[in-house]
């Protein structure tokens, strides 16, 4: 049981490259999401998913498209990276319903440097 | 104004103290209170989860919940230098799925040998 896992751990982009953050994970959780994290900031919410095939918006989405095509992966896509998307990204999944619906575990993140 | 206050330290404290970690919250329809905890490098860990008001131990941490006041707290007693982490509060209205978890922006804290 991996868990959350996610790749690749550390990226260079130049300002305009676009690339995809993968995540996985093999619990069987409905709910997966996107979070940035920046000092002083906090976790922030990019896109979450509730299942194959849906998707929404979360605090700060511009700038990132995510899909959700099977329950275990839950991408993330930068289209033109831009200095201010430099962070740690972090991808979480927990289940929906049930007395484990707010425990939530996160992947061990992504660190992403844009120049 | 954030949903989710929190001082973010950084907190030293000598090993074998008392450690009071809070946070401040202004939306009552909150009912689920966590505490995370994070490594340096690392994805934050869920360490303590409460329904509604009031408290609960596990070992040597201790989670409190004040409704009224909107306040939560989280006690780590014996404090050993492992302790040392960044401490995220979060919280959700409920169980439905579209209930987003807030975190709060973590309290960085050190335990001095």
């Known amino acids: 049981n991996a868990g959350v896992t996610q790749t690749p751990k550390f990226q260079v982009l130049k300002t305009g490259q676009s690339m995809t953050l993968q995540c996985a994970q093999d619990?069987?959780?409905?709910?997966m999401s996107w979070y940035r994290q920046d000092p002083g900031m906090g976790l922030r919410l990019i896109h979450y998913s509730v299942g194959a095939g849906i998707t929404d918006q979360g605090e700060v989405p511009n700038g990132y498209n995510v899909s959700r095509s099977t329950t275990e992966d839950f991408p993330l896509r930068l289209l033109s990276a831009a200095p201010s998307q430099t962070s740690v990204y972090f991808c979480a999944s927990r289940a929906i319903g049930g007395p484990t619906q707010n425990e939530q575990f996160f992947g061990p993140g992504t660190r992403l440097t844009v120049l | 104004q954030k949903e989710v206050e929190q001082d973010p330290g950084p907190l030293s404290v000598p090993e074998g103290a008392i450690v009071s970690l809070n946070c401040t919250y202004s939306n009552s329809a909150f009912q689920y209170f966590m505490w995370y905890r994070q490594y340096s490098r690392k994805g934050p860990e869920l360490l303590m989860y409460?329904?509604?008001?009031g408290n609960k131990e596990d070992g040597r941490f201790t989670a409190q919940v004040d409704k009224s006041s909107k306040y939560i707290s989280l006690f780590i007693r014996d404090s050993q230098p492992s302790d040392s982490a960044t401490y995220l509060c979060a919280m959700s209205g409920g169980y439905s799925s579209a209930s987003k978890i807030i975190f709060g922006s973590g309290t960085r804290l050190s335990i001095r040998p």
């Open positions: 409460t329904y509604s008001s």
């Open positions: 619990m069987n959780h409905e709910y």
